[in-house]
């Protein structure tokens, strides 16, 4: 790292945990993503930067930030067809644990080549234990497929977490079922708590949420939580249960983590975010001296909110959950 070029905000942040966004299309259509009408669903495939450019501008990021990890999300990245090649090239050239976030469709034939070309982690999203929850929330079939995919990923060893977006009404009487699946999996299983993206940030959001408090309130009512110490900078706090297992809940907007926030986001065409909370996309692919990148990355920093996040219209599928 070039220790002259520091990028660090009045706060003391900087950007240390990098989100690659590869693609922002899915094939699932949310509710909390997509509002339902058929314009508000991506239909094809965008012109990207090629995998090695992207390897390339977080090689030249490394040169001006502490990076220690990076994401691979979207959109849905299972989908992005250079997705094991660039694996394998940021195993080789950046050096750095490399985890992704999925939605499961695709992980089951991918699973043997990711895992061979070096990716450390997954999280993978389950809102659902029963197909028809399942199906009202994505909109799509094929819940037993993410069930085997889950499972497989465990038992070829990488490290899994599962991420399951409470929502009333929809699968708010399922999540002991999901941690019961999560604790005979042995993983770790977190619930966000709804955050006012995209289509929600200017409706419907009170009708879905469900609160940290809440949640806890459902899972007492089965286990005994103990709380753990939460890591500095983690987006989620957890709790062991006394009964055996691990459940963390990523509360953004009743306890929000900006203050140590220290993500960034790059999308496939080569913009950085600092925020969520930002729907003002910087380009870098252009940015090739090292001061250029690091006063690029600045600017990004004062996009970090300092109390807690104020929402955006643009969807997590756009910017990279
Ligand atoms: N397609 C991948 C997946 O499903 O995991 C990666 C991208 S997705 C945007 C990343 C995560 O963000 C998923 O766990 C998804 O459930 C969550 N998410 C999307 N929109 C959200 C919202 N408005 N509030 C909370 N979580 C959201």
Redesign the pocket.
């Known amino acids: 790292m070039n220790a002259g070029l520091q990028v660090q905000d009045a706060m003391g942040r900087t950007f240390r945990s990098l989100r690659l966004s590869l693609l922002s299309y899915?094939n699932?259509g949310?509710v909390?993503?997509v509002s339902g009408k058929s314009q508000d669903i991506p239909a094809s495939n965008h012109a990207t930067l090629p995998y090695y450019r992207l390897v390339d501008l977080i090689e030249s990021m490394q040169q001006v930030l502490p990076l220690h990890k990076i994401r691979l999300?979207?959109?849905?990245?299972t989908l992005y067809k250079e997705l094991i090649p660039l694996v394998s090239l940021l195993q080789e050239r950046i050096g750095l644990p490399i985890s992704m976030?999925?939605?499961g469709t695709q992980l089951k034939s991918l699973l043997p080549d990711l895992k061979a070309a070096g990716l450390h982690s997954i999280?993978?999203?389950l809102?659902a234990m029963s197909e028809q929850v399942y199906q009202k929330i994505s909109r799509r079939k094929g819940l037993a497929e993410i069930l085997t995919a889950i499972e497989m990923a465990g038992s070829l060893g990488m490290e899994v977490k599962l991420?399951t977006?409470v929502l009333k009404g929809y699968n708010d009487a399922e999540l002991i079922a999901l941690v019961e699946f999560a604790r005979s999996n042995n993983m770790a299983i977190r619930f966000?708590?709804?955050?006012?993206?995209?289509h929600?940030y200017s409706r419907d959001f009170e009708t879905y949420f469900v609160s940290q408090h809440e949640i806890l309130s459902m899972l007492s009512s089965r286990y005994s939580l103990v709380p753990a110490l939460r890591k500095p900078s983690a987006t989620a706090s957890y709790w062991n249960l006394e009964e055996g297992g691990q459940i963390g809940i990523i509360a953004?907007e009743s306890e929000p983590f900006c203050s140590d926030c220290d993500r960034l986001r790059l999308d496939s065409y080569g913009n950085i975010y600092g925020c969520l909370s930002s729907d003002e996309a910087i380009a870098v692919h252009d940015f090739i001296t090292p001061a250029a990148l690091a006063e690029r990355l600045q600017q990004a920093l004062q996009q970090k909110q300092s109390y807690g996040f104020v929402g955006s219209t643009l969807?997590?599928?756009k910017i990279?959950?």
């Open positions: 899915c699932l949310c909390y993503c999300t979207g959109g849905e990245p976030t999925t939605n999280n993978i999203s809102d991420n977006v966000l708590e709804l955050m006012r993206m995209g929600l953004n969807s997590m599928l990279g959950g």
